[in-house]
């Protein structure tokens, strides 16, 4: 059974940083189109960065210049990471597929303090 694994979240103060990480235990991660989500309490979850098999991103523009996404097909890993962080990036960070998803994980959660 495919698992999706979020870790790296905590409290941070707004301007601070956080590095985010996905394991995925499949065997076609390396081609799959991945992407962190979140979800804000009261909010529908969004896509808020994404990333090809080769190594191509996109960013919603709310996180645009402050989020890099990466990711380490040898590792099955998939990363975020998250600069000048503001109170309205506070939500539960979640990964999987884009165009094909799996089970969601649990995600992890982030919570910025102004």
């Known amino acids: 059974q495919v698992q999706l694994v979020e870790s790296g979240g905590g409290l941070v103060q707004a301007g601070g940083s956080l590095r985010l990480s996905c394991v995925a235990s499949?065997?076609?991660?390396?081609?799959?189109?991945m992407g962190w989500y979140r979800q804000a309490p009261g909010k529908q979850r969004e896509l808020v960065a994404s990333?090809?098999?080769?190594?191509?991103?996109n960013y919603a523009d709310s996180v645009k210049g402050r989020f890099t996404i990466s990711r380490d097909n040898a590792k099955n890993t998939m990363y975020l990471q998250m600069n000048s962080l503001k109170p309205e990036d506070t939500a539960v960070y979640y990964c999987n597929g884009v165009t094909s998803s799996m089970t969601w994980g649990q995600g992890t959660q982030v919570t910025v303090s102004s």
């Open positions: 499949t065997k076609i991660f390396s081609i799959m189109t």
């Open positions: 990333i090809s098999g080769p190594g191509n991103t």
